[in-house]
């Protein structure tokens, strides 16, 4: 009982190891004429989608209400988010090592700052996607907005966009309870 604690810190931090797996968010569309849906999944290095299709298909329809281009290589944070992540699996090691309270609180602390930013970001990408359409698009609807939500469902003229956490995603969330159980165990039988 007594190394539980850091068991469960090594385990918070190994969980983020998913996301060079798995995608960490999705992006589902669906409209009549896609009733199974397109799903884009958006991985710390990539964006890619459920088929090998899907982003070619996502900028067609984008292309048609005058949204700009899903270019990848563009994308900054898919450049660095690797590295990111890299550097907070070696930080919840190092804090398992250290093994004190305080060391899984500050581990944590990081991940719900980063996780913050991460998704405040991903909103202001999606503004941007959104809101910011070309003058000449084949398709103009006034006043339109094509921003999909940052979490949850949205109608957008006849698509109903879902964006939601995926595998990768979930796997950070079980690192972030796990490295809090570890702190409140630790908490409960120690002082330091």
């Not at 009982?1 to 569309?29: N, T, V």
């Not at 958006?42 to 088929?51: A, L």
């Not at 982003?55 to 590295?83: C, R, S, W």
Request: hydrophobic residues 50%.
């Amino acid at each position: 009982m007594k190394r539980l604690p850091q068991f469960l810190m090594f385990a918070a931090a190994l969980s983020l190891l998913a996301l060079f797996f798995m995608p960490m968010w999705k992006i589902q569309l669906f409209a009549p004429q896609y009733p199974d849906g397109v799903e884009m999944h958006i991985w710390i290095n990539k964006i890619g989608g459920s088929t090998p299709g899907t982003l070619q298909n996502v900028n067609i329809l984008n292309h048609y209400v005058g949204m700009k281009e899903i270019v990848p290589d563009a994308i900054p944070e898919l450049q660095y988010f690797p590295y990111i992540i890299g550097a907070m699996i070696g930080l919840g090691l190092i804090a398992a090592l250290i093994n004190r309270k305080w060391a899984f609180m500050a581990w944590l602390s990081l991940m719900i700052i980063i996780c913050a930013l991460g998704m405040y970001d991903f909103y202001l990408w999606e503004y941007d996607y959104g809101h910011d359409l070309s003058d000449t698009a084949p398709i103009k609807i006034p006043d339109a907005s094509f921003q999909p939500p940052l979490i949850g469902s949205k109608e957008i003229i006849n698509f109903t966009a879902v964006s939601l956490p995926h595998f990768g995603g979930y796997f950070v969330m079980l690192g972030m309870a796990l490295s809090a159980a570890a702190w409140y165990l630790k908490r409960k039988t120690t002082t330091s």
